[in-house]
């Protein structure tokens, strides 16, 4: 199947079930506060669009910041792990429990000691909380994974422990850091929608918020507009990690390099 196909197939499965959405709403006369109509969501996307704009860049800024600071925490404490096996011992028991810890049930917590007036800050706390242990867990495996044969050969010829980690063992984590990069951004994105649903609303009202409100005040159209830009939020999030991996892999990585059929 070409580039080509592989694009307008899904978009006209997509189109083809928002046509059959609308047909079944206005068939069968469903109320708007149950199920609003493609179009009734659209009117109120243009209605509202200033504040979903300005809820989609909370979303956003905050889904970034906190996906760059659980790279730059996980890959740093990887590298300190691979390059020590008491300082693994000691911290990644903890690390599992941070991932294994509900985020709603320690939303509460972590906003009391923040503060209320600091909900931004909450959201961003609780994001990496979600976003760090996969970058952690598979950028360790990827450091422990370079071959052993090519590690000795390197210190046959004087290489230094920077040497090794730096020509050898972050090349061969690449490709694993890069796919958990894919779930991490996704995850970093939930971590703040269930965070915010949890915590509350800040000095700037997030997408989780905005649906929040709008379905309290019954305008489940808005509701639904804030959620569609949650999914292109995430699905584009995915697609720009999934080219970065590309970007990076393609030339020289069996898992991306193209090979003819």
């Known amino acids: ?62 889904s970034v910041i906190a996906f760059v600071l659980a790279v730059v925490g996980g890959v740093a404490l990887a590298v300190l792990f691979s390059q020590s096996r008491i300082v693994e011992t000691a911290l990644y028991p903890y690390a599992v429990i941070l991932q294994v810890t509900p985020v709603v049930a320690i939303a509460p917590i972590v906003t009391i000691w923040i503060g209320y007036d600091r909900i931004d800050l909450v959201l961003l706390v609780l994001a990496v909380i979600v976003a760090f242990f996969p970058i952690l867990a598979n950028t360790t495996l990827g450091l422990r994974s370079a071959d052993h044969n090519l590690i000795d050969l390197f210190r046959l010829y004087g290489a230094s422990r920077w040497q090794v980690l730096w020509k050898l063992q972050l090349p061969t984590a690449l490709p694993y850091l890069l796919g958990a990069m894919k779930v991490s951004g996704g995850l970093a994105l939930i971590g703040v929608v269930v965070a915010e649903f949890a915590a509350g609303s800040g000095t700037a009202t997030g997408l989780a918020w905005t649906i929040t409100l709008a379905t309290r005040e019954l305008h489940i159209a808005t509701a639904f507009a804030a959620l569609a830009l949650l999914s292109l939020l995430g699905i584009a999030i995915f697609f720009a990690l999934t080219w970065l991996e590309w970007a990076l892999l393609h030339r020289w990585h069996e898992s991306a390099v193209r090979r003819e059929v």
């Open 1 to 62: 199947m070409n580039r080509a196909a592989q694009i307008l197939v899904p978009l006209a499965v997509g189109a083809l079930a928002l046509l059959a959405w609308e047909f079944s709403v206005r068939a069968f006369d469903v109320s708007p506060i149950v199920l609003p109509a493609p179009s009734g969501i659209w009117e109120a996307f243009t209605a509202h669009f200033a504040q979903l704009m300005g809820a989609l860049w909370t979303t956003l800024r905050i």
